[in-house]
């Protein structure tokens, strides 16, 4: 009987664990769907300039969708932390949908002139304030969900689905390239991917609206719940904040920079075909994946500083080498194993962000605790890393954004070097066992 239940509740644990990630990648489909089609559609929405500079207007407009994620992650974190993960989750996948559909709808530049670039605009803004929301919320929902011990594997599965929202639109992009021609994916193939996604959040939708809530949530006390989700609660907790803003600052810039950049720079700079570029993000991204819960397991026996920290230094030394060889490299293949290289440092980060941060934080301010940092720092890092990228090409000082990386990571490397194991000081196993007496 007791093997049963236990049988019983590790199905239930993993039936929630998936109808939260599987949001969470439709989510992130949507998101990288537009840096990964930006080749194709800036000329629709910039049509005057130069290539560089048609990816610098969809670029900014990338950053711009960042500026939302911070107002995102509060609106969503209070709420998740008044009414439930799960509400909060529903919400941001309706929001999500909506902005994929009116990227998909909107005509070009040359049928609607300005008003092109700015509903382009304000759909990437509803798609930030989404996703603001989604990240927090996700990363509580998944920690609080898994079982003790296992709370890095279990919320690894938020960057694998992260990343296997990019690895689905890359896949898309290039089942695309092979049936369509490069005229028709300029004119109007791109808009099927953002169609998908839309169509696919519905689906989600339906999905989460079936999810347990967590216990952690359910089992709040009334004088927690009056507290819930708000910025002065969370403000008595400033070393917590302040560790979530260091230990993402360098983890936000280096996942854009190779997840995310190296895309273009692969085409702009090595000068690589797309179609090739595509295929190698899409093999890279499938490890990069793989490696994520193999990550959050070993963290879970010998802790999270230690990943942390060999990203902090593996980052901080190896990064310029491997853009100065890239820009070099002739091989297709040379370049896939530079990209490879740099996601495996990533994933020390990647794998157990989540976790970190969620047990820094009590349950009533967990969601907007993770989110609300979180989110100030990637709009100011993460979300500008293309962006200077492409500005510092433009200018003709491209390698001074390869230091730029390696100095973002230096200083979080900082900041694990004197952060306490969070594994062992964590919010959520100090109430469960608080419950229990």
Known sequence: MIQSDGRANKRRITGNIFKGSVGNLIEWYDWYVYSAFAVYFSSEFFPEGDPTSQLLNTAAIFAVGFLMRPIGSLLMGRYADRHGRRAALTLS?????????????TPSYNSIGIMAPIILVIARL??????????????????????SGRRGFYSSFQYVTLVAGQMVALGVQIILQQVLSESDMYSWGWRIPFVIGAMGALAVLWLRRTMDESEQFTKMDSKSKES?????????????????????????????????????FMVNTVGLEKEVVSW????ALLIFVVLQPLAGMV??????RPLLMTFGILGTLLTVPIFMIMEQATSSFVAFLLMMLGLIIVTGYTSINAIVKAELFPTEIRALGVGLPYALTVAVFGGTAE??????KNIGYESLFYYYVAGC??????????????????????????AKR
Request: aromatic share 10%; proline share 1%; with cysteine.
């Open 93 to 105: 996948i309706t929001v999500m949908a909506s902005g994929s559909l009116i990227i998909a709808c």
């Open 126 to 147: 509803l798609q930030g304030l989404s996703l603001g929301g989604e990240y927090g919320t996700s990363a509580t929902y998944l920690s609080e969900m898994a079982s």
């Open 228 to 264: 819930a989700g708000s910025v002065r609660t969370l403000m008595k907790h400033p070393k917590a904040v302040l560790t979530v803003v260091g230990l993402t600052l360098g983890g936000t810039v280096a996942f854009y920079t190779y997840t995310t950049y190296l895309q273009k």
């Open 280 to 283: 190698i993000n899409f093999i």
């Open 299 to 304: 963290s879970d026996k010998i802790g999270r």
């Open 387 to 392: 962006f200077i990228a492409l500005w510092l």
């Open 409 to 434: 990571i230096a200083v979080s490397f900082l900041v694990y070097w004197r952060m306490a194991e969070s594994s062992k000081v964590s919010q959520i196993e100090a109430e469960l066992e608080s």
